[in-house]
Protein backbone atom coordinates (compact mmCIF):
# COMPACT_ATOMS: atom_id res chain seq x y z
CA UNK A 1 0.00 0.00 0.00
CA UNK A 2 1.59 3.41 -1.33
CA UNK A 3 0.00 6.75 0.55
CA UNK A 4 0.92 10.30 -1.05
CA UNK A 5 1.67 11.92 1.90
CA UNK A 6 1.41 15.30 0.53
CA UNK A 7 -2.54 15.62 0.69
CA UNK A 8 -2.56 13.83 3.83
CA UNK A 9 0.07 16.29 5.56
CA UNK A 10 -2.45 18.92 4.71
CA UNK A 11 -5.76 16.89 5.74
CA UNK A 12 -4.10 16.69 9.05
CA UNK A 13 -3.32 19.82 9.14
CA UNK A 14 -6.90 20.85 8.25
CA UNK A 15 -8.31 18.77 10.99
CA UNK A 16 -6.13 20.59 13.44
CA UNK A 17 -7.42 24.22 12.83
CA UNK A 18 -11.14 22.42 12.59
CA UNK A 19 -10.38 21.26 15.95
CA UNK A 20 -9.40 24.69 16.92
CA UNK A 21 -11.78 26.05 14.97
CA UNK A 22 -14.49 24.79 17.26
CA UNK A 23 -13.18 25.62 20.58
CA UNK A 24 -12.86 29.15 19.91
CA UNK A 25 -16.19 29.56 18.28
CA UNK A 26 -17.46 27.48 21.44
CA UNK A 27 -16.06 30.60 23.36
CA UNK A 28 -16.85 33.14 21.01
CA UNK A 29 -20.44 32.38 20.40
CA UNK A 30 -21.05 33.14 24.03
CA UNK A 31 -22.79 36.46 24.61
CA UNK A 32 -23.74 36.83 20.79
CA UNK A 33 -26.23 35.93 18.59
CA UNK A 34 -25.12 32.64 16.43
CA UNK A 35 -25.63 34.26 12.80
CA UNK A 36 -24.03 37.13 13.96
CA UNK A 37 -20.60 35.24 14.95
CA UNK A 38 -21.11 33.78 12.17
CA UNK A 39 -21.15 37.19 10.17
CA UNK A 40 -18.08 38.65 12.02
CA UNK A 41 -15.96 35.07 11.09
CA UNK A 42 -16.81 35.68 7.65
CA UNK A 43 -15.72 38.75 7.51
CA UNK A 44 -12.41 37.66 9.16
CA UNK A 45 -12.12 34.98 6.88
CA UNK A 46 -12.56 37.19 3.95
CA UNK A 47 -9.92 39.51 5.22
CA UNK A 48 -7.68 36.95 5.86
CA UNK A 49 -7.87 35.11 2.26
CA UNK A 50 -7.59 38.70 0.53
CA UNK A 51 -4.45 39.38 2.01
CA UNK A 52 -3.11 36.05 1.55
CA UNK A 53 -3.84 36.23 -2.36
CA UNK A 54 -2.45 39.71 -2.66
CA UNK A 55 0.69 38.59 -1.07
CA UNK A 56 1.61 35.42 -2.84
CA UNK A 57 0.41 37.26 -6.22
CA UNK A 58 -2.55 34.55 -7.10
CA UNK A 59 -5.18 37.30 -8.19
CA UNK A 60 -6.52 36.83 -11.49
CA UNK A 61 -8.40 38.48 -13.38
CA UNK A 62 -12.40 37.25 -12.47
CA UNK A 63 -13.89 37.48 -15.54
CA UNK A 64 -11.67 34.44 -17.00
CA UNK A 65 -13.23 31.80 -14.52
CA UNK A 66 -15.90 29.80 -16.45
CA UNK A 67 -19.91 30.42 -15.29
CA UNK A 68 -19.09 26.20 -14.25
CA UNK A 69 -16.72 26.88 -11.73
CA UNK A 70 -18.71 30.37 -10.67
CA UNK A 71 -21.88 27.83 -10.12
CA UNK A 72 -20.33 24.90 -8.62
CA UNK A 73 -18.24 28.06 -6.32
CA UNK A 74 -21.71 29.73 -5.70
CA UNK A 75 -23.26 26.51 -4.43
CA UNK A 76 -20.41 26.01 -1.95
CA UNK A 77 -20.45 29.46 -0.71
CA UNK A 78 -24.14 28.76 -0.42
CA UNK A 79 -23.83 25.63 1.53
CA UNK A 80 -20.77 26.68 3.90
CA UNK A 81 -22.69 29.68 5.07
CA UNK A 82 -25.56 27.52 5.69
CA UNK A 83 -22.66 24.89 7.39
CA UNK A 84 -21.79 27.95 9.62
CA UNK A 85 -24.92 29.23 10.59
CA UNK A 86 -25.96 25.96 11.97
CA UNK A 87 -23.25 24.78 13.06
CA UNK A 88 -22.58 28.02 14.97
CA UNK A 89 -26.10 27.72 16.43
CA UNK A 90 -26.03 24.42 17.64
CA UNK A 91 -22.20 25.30 19.32
CA UNK A 92 -24.60 28.04 21.32
CA UNK A 93 -26.82 25.55 22.41
CA UNK A 94 -25.19 22.26 22.85
CA UNK A 95 -21.63 21.00 24.02
CA UNK A 96 -18.95 21.32 21.87
CA UNK A 97 -17.49 17.62 21.95
CA UNK A 98 -20.69 16.81 20.52
CA UNK A 99 -21.73 19.25 18.12
CA UNK A 100 -18.61 18.33 16.69
CA UNK A 101 -18.87 14.67 16.27
CA UNK A 102 -22.82 15.15 14.49
CA UNK A 103 -20.87 17.70 12.24
CA UNK A 104 -17.88 15.85 11.09
CA UNK A 105 -20.55 12.63 10.13
CA UNK A 106 -20.53 14.93 7.27
CA UNK A 107 -17.90 12.81 6.05
CA UNK A 108 -20.81 9.58 5.33
CA UNK A 109 -22.34 12.27 3.26
CA UNK A 110 -19.67 13.26 1.58
CA UNK A 111 -18.94 9.23 0.53
CA UNK A 112 -22.56 8.94 -0.74
CA UNK A 113 -22.85 11.84 -2.46
CA UNK A 114 -19.02 11.45 -4.15
CA UNK A 115 -20.28 8.09 -5.51
CA UNK A 116 -23.47 9.36 -6.81
CA UNK A 117 -22.43 12.57 -8.39
CA UNK A 118 -18.72 12.08 -8.66
CA UNK A 119 -18.39 8.73 -9.59
CA UNK A 120 -16.07 8.13 -6.64
CA UNK A 121 -15.46 4.11 -6.39
CA UNK A 122 -15.65 2.99 -2.37
CA UNK A 123 -15.99 -0.54 -1.53
CA UNK A 124 -17.13 -2.78 1.44
CA UNK A 125 -14.13 -1.51 3.43
CA UNK A 126 -15.08 2.13 3.03
CA UNK A 127 -19.14 1.53 3.87
CA UNK A 128 -17.99 -0.55 7.35
CA UNK A 129 -15.63 2.57 8.32
CA UNK A 130 -18.86 4.82 7.47
CA UNK A 131 -21.20 2.59 9.92
CA UNK A 132 -18.26 2.72 12.31
CA UNK A 133 -18.47 6.06 12.17
CA UNK A 134 -22.18 6.63 12.36
CA UNK A 135 -22.52 4.33 15.18
CA UNK A 136 -19.38 6.13 16.68
CA UNK A 137 -21.20 9.43 16.49
CA UNK A 138 -24.40 7.83 17.55
CA UNK A 139 -22.77 6.44 20.98
CA UNK A 140 -20.89 9.85 21.78
CA UNK A 141 -24.49 11.96 21.78
CA UNK A 142 -26.56 9.27 23.59
CA UNK A 143 -27.18 9.70 27.18
CA UNK A 144 -26.86 6.21 29.00
Known amino acids: MTLNFSWLFWAFLSALFAALTTIFAKVGVQGIDSDMATLVRTGIVFIVLMLLILMTHKWINLASISSTTWLYLSLSAICTGASWLCFYRA ?19 VMIFAALFLGEKTGLKDWIGAMM ?7 MILKF
Open 91 to 109: LQMGEASKVIVVDKSSLVF
Open 133 to 139: VTSGMIL
